[in-house]
């Protein structure tokens, strides 16, 4: 059984960080693309970055540029994202998904190219 499981999210202050995690099991993630994605209250999920395979490409989107960086560990089978510098609009429910094809060169912003989810946790940037 195909399990993804985030681990992390929180309540923050602006301009604080958070380190969110994802743990893979029960496939082959080695080979396949990771990415990370957040859905606010009333908003459609959105791409927030993302892995290729081999960690030798990544990919984000504009408004955490220079904030997150997403980091792979294929011996522990995890994919984190460090967050930095956060602001209320990073508030969401953030999603780790692992892609649907193996050894894409260049990571997906695309949530239809992502076949697996895990259940998402919180992160709530708050004064």
């Known amino acids: 059984q195909v399990q993804l499981e985030e681990s992390g999210g929180g309540l923050v202050q602006p301009g604080g960080s958070l380190r969110l995690s994802c743990a893979a099991s029960?496939?082959?993630?080695?080979?396949?693309?990771m990415g990370w994605f957040r859905q606010a209250p009333g908003k459609e999920r959105a791409f927030v970055a993302a892995?290729?395979?081999?960690?030798?490409?990544?990919t984000y989107t504009n408004s955490v540029k220079g904030r997150f960086t997403i980091s792979r560990d294929n011996a522990k089978i995890t994919v984190n994202l460090e967050m930095n510098n956060l602001k209320p609009e990073d508030t969401a429910v953030y999603y780790c998904?692992?892609?649907?094809?193996?050894?894409?060169?260049?990571?997906?912003?695309?949530?239809?190219?992502?076949?697996?989810w895990g259940q998402g946790t919180q992160v709530t940037v708050s004064s």
């Open positions: 029960g496939r082959t993630f080695r080979t396949y693309a």
């Open positions: 998904a692992a892609d649907s094809a193996p050894r894409r060169r260049y990571p997906s912003q695309w949530v239809r190219e992502y076949e697996y």
């Open positions: 892995i290729s395979w081999s960690g030798d490409n990544t």
